[in-house]
């Protein structure tokens, strides 16, 4: 069964950095494009970042460009999100996601069960 598994969450102050990590198994995402995502308590899930299946291409929303970076790793079957000079807003429950045809916003297939990011002013 496909699986995906986000680790890297925890609680940060503002303008600091964490690495989230997404690691797949039971199947291989190599020829899937893998998405970050986002949802705050009391808000809808939003797209944060995307990256290609190759890694060549990558899409991030604006509110994140400039401080999160979306990175792959298809020998390790693994993405990762950078997140830098962080920000209260920034606080949610981060998922990673693999599709097929979706990238970089549009219908993604598998999801992970989420890691919390927490940032404090």
């Known amino acids: 069964q496909a699986q995906l598994v986000e680790t890297g969450g925890g609680l940060v102050q503002a303008g600091g950095s964490l690495r989230l990590s997404c690691a797949a198994s039971?199947?291989?995402?190599?020829?899937?494009?893998m998405g970050w995502f986002r949802q705050a308590p009391g808000k809808e899930r939003e797209f944060v970042a995307a990256i290609s299946w190759n890694g060549h291409n990558t899409y991030a929303a604006d509110s994140v460009k400039g401080h999160f970076t979306i990175s792959r790793d298809n020998a390790k079957n693994t993405i990762y999100l950078e997140m830098s000079s962080l920000k209260p807003e920034d606080t949610a429950v981060y998922y990673c996601?693999?599709?097929?045809?979706?990238?970089?916003?549009?219908?993604?297939?598998?999801w992970g069960q989420g890691t919390q990011v927490t940032v404090s002013s």
């Open positions: 996601a693999a599709t097929v045809g979706g990238y970089p916003r549009g219908r993604y297939d598998y």
């Open positions: 039971g199947r291989t995402f190599d020829r899937h494009a």
